[in-house]
């Protein structure tokens, strides 16, 4: 089966600094979206981008990995849920079921998804995948891809 994939952009962050920045415009770029597929090497930055995404939306609690947790729940600044899943100590698929992922997506709310590879067959068809790459001195490229497969 071939699954086209299609880049939106390509975006530059140059320092930790400016992920508030490069959030703000991807969420006012692709309104619509609520999941979003956070790819990229341990300590490329998924956290830092996630928790800018969650600072711009208002959440007001601390917010971290849920590296053991594997989902934590925030609210927005409007009081909505927003989702905030590390997959990374997942082995198996059948995992997610324990832990009603597929409902998480359905849900209409924001889910930010760290290490989203095991659950590429669950991903919905809008759902927006960032694709970080570290280029050096501490400058992270962003790649912005529609249908995660």
């Known amino acids: 089966m071939l699954f086209l994939c299609l880049v939106l952009a390509t975006i530059t962050l ?3 600094t400016e992920a508030e920045e490069v959030a703000r415009f ?3 770029s692709h309104a619509e979206a609520r999941v979003f597929a956070l790819v990229g090497d341990l300590g490329a930055g998924k956290t830092t981008l996630i928790k800018a995404f969650c600072k711009v939306l208002g959440v007001a609690d601390h917010t971290s990995s849920p590296s053991f947790a594997i989902v934590n729940e925030y609210r927005t600044g409007t ?3 927003l989702y905030h899943f590390d997959l990374y100590r ?3 698929a059948e995992e997610l079921d324990g832990i009603g992922f597929d409902e998480y997506l359905d849900s209409g709310h924001y889910c930010f ?3 989203p590879e095991l659950a590429a067959d669950r991903m919905p068809e809008d759902a927006l995948q960032l694709r970080i790459t570290v280029v050096g001195n501490g400058t992270r490229t962003i790649t912005l891809r529609k249908n995660f497969r």
């Open 14 to 16: 140059r320092k930790p």
């Open 26 to 28: 991807i969420l006012q």
């Open 79 to 81: 009081g909505d849920p």
């Open 90 to 92: 997942l082995k198996a």
């Open 113 to 115: 998804i760290e290490w």
